[in-house]
């Protein structure tokens, strides 16, 4: 990637980082206008982990709009972007651990967990030490929120991996958003080890931290304002404070609110219906459930609206791959008599020839060309031509085996492409000949009077080559055959001198 395109993507990135403060500060009006900006602004040229990084930051600042179809979208660009690449660098750490946020947003916990912790595996292999940062906070979050809902023991061993996670974090940055989002997740995870002195002067900090604001701006970091708040919130509740702890409930949820992060709102108000309910408050429980409920049906109808977007596009998808084999199909079938035209003979050839010489099979072309066509389209019209060649077909189909190709080749010209296993017919019995002669003979007799009336009826003559030669080299010989045919008198079958000598025939007529 040249310097041009690096200072693209990061000014790209730049962008992304200030929609998301807006996001964490609560100014959802804001953060929509800026990030429409951004949308068509994905720059050219950029390595695939780099692009994938913009997308997927992209749709985690769309999924916190609740633009969720769309978050979707560009979480599935991003990640097409990078699905057939080894992870590695900076970059590629800072899709997956996005990657992971979204997962876990979608209920999909466990493949969210492992993405993460692939992901501060691949950062810490990388040269960006925010990023890397900004991974072990939402893989220290995460095990934050998973804990709240296990048995005590599994609920330490988690904290304790969380905290590992936000004490190395910490130690890389120590300004900015990513430091406070550690340092106030920190401190939760202090909490629910029962350090709680520690915990509350974390929790202070983060308050102070918050309120001072992020950036040049001083943009307010409402996010890690609740995450503080909530922290004391618990801290009261586990020490008997219950009324203390139900003031600071009510905030951590007023703050979720404000910024429309819906797992935080479940947490919070969950935890502050039990404050409430231990302190004999119960409408203030009952308010608190009703937002937990609420809550949790904006995260269902979340994940419905999500996996109607994904069926809907996999509806087009389906509907595109049928569309573009129906294209493909027409486009290698001859319009006037149905059959396999020269593209469709081109493109199935090869193979079914290869497989016919890996399985001991013996391959057959039979070359058929209308005899004086052009006196039949002259005595009759074109018109009329146009329906003996119909005609001609159906003969062919009715004359040849279900797994013969049959192909208009060009003009008043037919392939029928054979595939002969020995033992399916008695020595000195060639398949592809009898197939021709058959052919020969059904036009010959066949009744023309309702198509061409009493004028000339049409004949063929007949190419017939074989071996286990390519396309190319059977009709070569089968024309070879059939100019034979037409030279010694039409409306016959002659057959490639090879032929001959390997079944020691006479050719037909």
């Not at 057939?84 to 996005?98: I, V």
């Not at 970091?221 to 009510?250: F, K």
Request: a negative charge; hydrophobic letters at 45%.
């Amino acid at each position: 990637m040249g310097q041009d395109d690096q200072l693209a993507a990061a000014e790209a990135l730049r962008a992304d980082r200030e929609v998301r403060l807006l996001i964490d500060a609560g100014r959802a009006d804001e953060a929509n206008a800026l990030f429409d900006q951004l949308l068509a602004k994905v720059p050219p040229g950029l390595a695939p982990w780099t692009r994938a990084a913009i997308l997927t930051r992209r749709a985690v600042s769309a999924w916190r709009l609740r633009r969720i179809p769309l978050a979707l979208e560009l979480a599935a660009e991003g990640w097409s972007d990078i699905d057939a690449e080894q992870p590695r660098g900076s970059f590629a750490a800072d899709t997956l651990h996005r990657l992971g946020y979204l997962l876990e947003g979608i209920g999909h916990r466990r493949a969210s967990l492992d993405i993460t912790r692939v992901a501060v595996e691949v950062a810490r292999k990388g040269d960006d030490v925010e990023i890397l940062a900004h991974a072990l906070q939402n893989l220290g979050g995460t095990l934050n929120f998973r804990a709240c809902d296990q048995p005590a023991a599994e609920a330490e061993a988690s904290y304790r991996e969380a905290i590992a996670a936000f004490e190395e974090g910490l130690g890389l940055v120590t300004e900015g958003r990513i430091h406070l989002a550690l340092l106030a997740a920190y401190g939760a995870s202090l909490a629910g080890i029962g350090e709680l002195a520690e915990a509350e002067r974390i929790a202070h900090r983060t308050l102070a931290l918050a309120e001072a604001g992020i950036g040049p701006d001083a943009v307010p970091d409402v996010w890690a304002e609740s995450v503080g708040t909530w922290v004391l919130a618990r801290i009261r509740w586990q020490t008997g404070h219950l009324d203390e702890a139900t003031q600071y409930g009510i905030t951590a949820v007023e703050c979720a609110e404000q910024i429309n992060d819906t797992s935080l709102l479940q947490r919070y108000s969950e935890d502050l219906s039990n404050i409430c309910r231990d302190n004999g408050d119960s409408a203030g429980e009952a308010a608190a459930l009703r937002r937990t409920v609420l809550a949790r049906r904006t995260a269902v109808e979340t994940l419905q609206e999500g996996l109607g977007q994904a069926l809907e596009q996999r509806r087009l998808a389906i509907r595109a791959q049928r569309l573009a084999m129906a294209a493909q199909e027409a486009a290698a079938r001859d319009p006037l008599t149905g059959l396999s035209n020269r593209l469709g003979l081109e493109h199935t050839a090869p193979e079914l020839l290869q497989h016919a010489v890996a399985s001991g099979r013996t391959p057959w072309l039979v070359l058929i060309d209308v005899d004086w066509f052009k006196g039949v389209n002259d005595a009759a019209g074109h018109a009329a031509g146009d329906a003996a060649l119909r005609e001609i077909a159906q003969v062919l189909r009715a004359e040849c085996r279900v797994g013969d190709l049959i192909a208009r080749w060009a003009g008043d010209e037919f392939v029928v492409l054979i595939t002969d296993n020995p033992a399916d017919h008695a020595p000195g019995v060639p398949v592809g000949v009898s197939v021709a002669e058959r052919v020969r003979t059904a036009v010959d007799q066949h009744d023309w009077t309702a198509v061409l009336g009493t004028t000339q009826r049409p004949t063929v003559s007949v190419g017939v080559a074989t071996g286990p030669h390519t396309l190319e080299k059977l009709f070569a010989n089968a024309d070879i055959a059939l100019y034979r045919a037409k030279r010694r008198g039409r409306n016959r079958v002659e057959v490639h001198s090879s032929v001959e000598e390997s079944y020691a025939i006479k050719p037909p007529r």
